[in-house]
């Protein structure tokens, strides 16, 4: 027996573009709406005939519905209302927003990901324009940053962001939750063109074949045929011990991160800036990574005001052979962009390796030479890389051999 | 009451508050004849040799100075949400019984939210300066018994010099003064920088009380007021509350979208060749001005140019860029945090200038039309790049209009602003209220793109092919419409709650009851 009355959404003085809405069914008398609006003298009349159009289409005919509203975009008033309705009856319907046509692109397994962001799942505030600041990927996130009281409403309102929000070519990611749980979550994820799935906490490769195993059964029922990547994070010292396997576990996974906040408390250690204490433990997942031919990524820096201290953790972890790492807030994000690209004097030194390359292969010579030093082929390999990440990232013209 | 359609295509009365005022004529186009108003001539006779103009109390000089039913009472607001005079002036006329007062402020703040109640009591009969917050509420709702009237800093010194508002007292708060009334904002516990705001009060009033809670031995130098025209010096405990009067320390912006608007608008700067080496610029002490400030002075530093000049208000980014060589000179018409106020107190280069000089339409030339590079807001900018900031979409008044329409005398008028703030479009159809005409805003710079005036085909030519992403305002509306939705318009009464002035004085627009 389900309760007559259910709450959902946030509200308070620091809470934006979001809406707090209590149902209560009734027996008779309709529906009633007290709406409390910031924007009701431009949107309270819209407000008023979206929440009865949602009702209508669960078949409620009578309740009490109080929305106390900061803005709210359609797409968070309609989630909201969904998550009151569904704690207060059973029904398998989904009241889906449209879903925008710019949202519909796949991306590519090596694409570059240098930096994604994280977005709590149930904060709609910070996932509206999240897109506008040229993260590789945008993470729209169920586990850790969802309170635990939240995490229904949460999985309606990311499906909503999904379908609504334009991420402007970002990779559209989504970290669903550990086990059963996370499994849940892909229903309501993998329809609506998700990219890549971070699997949280992974000790096993078990723990992805059952991911892969529900998202291949969720494609085959909604006819999709897009390509979703999967990347696990190593979160403790038993899926690092995994790691390998793990990596090499599915042909989905194009990515493995490491999530130290956890991994250090499962070590029993403290977390340090310069991170001696997990020195071996990144190596060891970057050498999983390469083992594997997936990219590893870093974990995040969590201190989002010393920009100083990032700047140096970038340039260690690019150094140590990870390709790419989180984002707590984008203002980190053109430093780790920024870390992780290919520099000036890589960049020059790259150009004449592959250039003394071509001019040998022109020539017929077998080896390569740069002024009295050999160049063997995996640094050829490597220069050539170097100059299509520069390539990609604007800061080499495709022609640039003709400049030299 | 006699409407006619103004120049601006806005239909507006031809009387307001029982004065004849003219409509808007377009731009430069109304230009009055005639000698300025003068007050009364004062004679030195009638002051006490020794030079001490000491009164017992603020009610005492008001007194002398004959307040009566009627008159006009002007403030400066040097001492922005932390001024304890303005309100007091209004206890002791509503105690007195004093009714029909005019407040003629340079602008007010939510600390004057009661005087909602003197103009409950007719103690005052309306407001003719800028309505903040609670003010504009009660304004909107057609509370006032008089319509207020707003105007620019510098339509304010106007409208003072062709007579057209006649202050008979002038109250003017100073943080340091000597008995003579000569007075400074620089020092004393309720310092507050400078004094500009209040230069064409003391001038034309016919009375002038200065109150202060520094009272020094003469002279007070460098005097901002000068004691000449001072007829009575108030000692109080205390006229501000400091913490309220500067801000500790003015930050830039932490919000990623603001600091995204920020790095576009310092990008467009640098792509349009607006930013040069000896460029002039203003920038205001909001969050997203500061980070603009920031990101020129890197250009600058990057390309060792230097900024020939900045017009304040000034806060510490602006003293920086003075302190780092990247700007020879600041002129300030008011100070915003402790290290503008110390910094206009030692630094040569860092002067005084008042608004009278500066933004005045009677004045013989206007700073800001030589100032290179103009960053300001807007609280709505419609499709023919026409700019409101004193209502809100809602049609509530809430703000006022302060420098900003004669800051659109620039050279190159920049408003970064956010497409949408919780929902509400900032890009719409028609602006509620016209503060500002179209073809003077040349550029909008959004978090999803830039739109150029048309009129200004000459940036348009130059940023052409440099990888900004240039938007026309019409697709900027759709996209934020899209997101948001199409809001519905207020419903507005046809009675005229306030009156909007253009620099020169005549009614660009009005502002009506909310239904």
Known sequence: MKNSAAISGNSGPKVRSDCEIALELKSDGGIFIDLISKVKSLYGDSIVSLTKEVLDFFGIKHAFVKITDSGALPFVIEARLESVVKQLISTQQE??????????????????????????GNTPGLMINSGLHSADGIILDLEDSVAPGKKDEARLLVRNALRQINFYGAERMVRINQGKRGLEDLHFVIPHNVNLVLIPKCEDAEDILQVEKMIESIKMKFNLNNDVFLMPIIESALGLENSFKIANSSKSIVAIAIGLEDFTADLGIQRTIDGKESLYARQRLIIAAKAAGIQPIDSVFSDVADMEALKLTVKESKSLGFEGMGCIHPRQIPLIREGFAPDATEIEKSKKIVLAFEEAKQKGFGVVALGSKMIDPPVVARAQRVIDLAVCLNRLSPDWVKDE | MKTVKNAAGRTVP?????????????????????????????????????????????????????????????????????????????????????????WFPSASFPCHEPLIKFLDDGTINRIEGSMNGPLGRYVSEGKMKGTAVLRSHGGRVQAIQDGEVKIDIAVLA???????????????????????????????????????????????????IEGNYVDYVVVVDKIGIPEKIISGTTQITKSPDRLLIADLTASFLEKSGILKDGVSMQAGAGGTSLAIAVFISEILKNKGWKSKLGFGGSTKYMVKMLEDGLMNFILDAQVFDLDAV?????????????????????????LTSMMDIMILGATEIDLNFNGNVVTHSDGYLLHGIGGWQNCLHARNVILPIPLFRDRIPVIVDEVTTLCGPGEMIDVVITERGIAINPLRKDLIERVKGK?????????????????????????????????????????????????
């Not at chain 1, 449209?98 to 977005?119: A, D, G, I, Q, V």
């Not at chain 2, 939705?485 to 009614?507: L, N, S």
Request: charged share 25%; aromatic share 8%; hydrophobic share 35%.
């Open chain 1, 95 to 120: 009241y889906l927003p449209p879903h925008l046509k710019e949202n519909n692109y796949s991306t590519e397994r090596h694409r570059f990901r240098f930096s994604r962001l994280y977005l709590p």
């Open chain 2, 467 to 515: 990888g900004l992403p240039l938007r026309t305002l019409q697709e900027l509306k759709d996209e934020a419409e899209l997101i948001c939705g199409v809001p519905q318009k207020p419903q507005f009464e046809d009675e005229v709650v306030a009156a909007i002035k253009w620099v020169d004085g005549t009614v660009i627009d009005v502002v009506r009851k909310i239904k």
């Open chain 2, 174 to 224: 100073a943080p340091t003064s000597d008995s003579f009334g000569n007075a400074k904002g620089t020092s004393g516990p309720s310092a507050c920088g400078v004094l500009g705001y209040a230069k064409a009060d003391f001038m034309y009033a016919d009375k002038v009380i200065v109150v202060t809670d520094n009272l020094i031995d003469l002279p007070c130098f460098p005097m901002e």
């Open chain 2, 342 to 366: 110390k910094s206009i107190e030692n630094n040569k280069n860092h002067v005084p200038y008042s608004v009278f000089n500066a933004y005045n339409y009677h004045s013989k030339g206007n």
């Open chain 2, 14 to 102: 031809l009387e307001i508050n029982g004065q004849s005022v003219i409509p808007f004529k377009g731009i430069g186009k109304h230009i009055p004849e005639g000698r300025k108003y003068s007050p009364f001539i004062p004679s030195c006779a009638n002051f006490p040799d020794d030079g001490n103009k000491v009164v017992s109390s603020l009610e005492e000089a008001l007194q002398k100075c004959g307040l009566r039913d009627g008159m006009t009472i002007s403030t400066h607001h040097h001492l922005r949400d932390g001024d304890l005079v303005s309100n007091k002036i209004f206890e002791i006329a509503s105690a007195k019984g004093v009714k029909n007062l005019i």
